[in-house]
């Protein structure tokens, strides 16, 4: 995994998801290492490597059937 980019599961609404961007949130809740909810300020969201990886987990977890959820791209690239 590049630590410079990963991928996180970000409550909808949201900074960082679309209607995040949208609605001018400033706030993230995330999916946390523990399988609940925590503030992406904290830094204990969970990570993954892929978009694929985080929609898998997604599928396993109960919390899908109480929120909606969004992928979210995190971290940068630097330009080659």
């Known amino acids: ?3 410079a980019v990963w991928y996180e599961l970000r ?3 949201s900074a960082g998801t679309s ?8 706030e993230a809740i995330a999916i946390a290492e523990s399988g609940r909810l925590c503030s992406i300020a ?16 997604l599928l396993k977890t109960t919390l899908p ?9 995190c971290g940068y690239r630097a330009a080659a």
Request: zero cysteines; a negative charge.
């Open 1 to 3: 995994m590049d630590p």
């Open 11 to 13: 409550l909808e609404g």
């Open 19 to 26: 209607r995040g961007h949208a609605e001018g949130a400033t």
């Open 42 to 57: 904290s830094g204990e969201a969970r990570k993954f490597a892929t978009e694929q990886e985080a929609s898998e987990y």
């Open 65 to 73: 059937g109480h929120y909606r959820f969004e992928v979210v791209l």
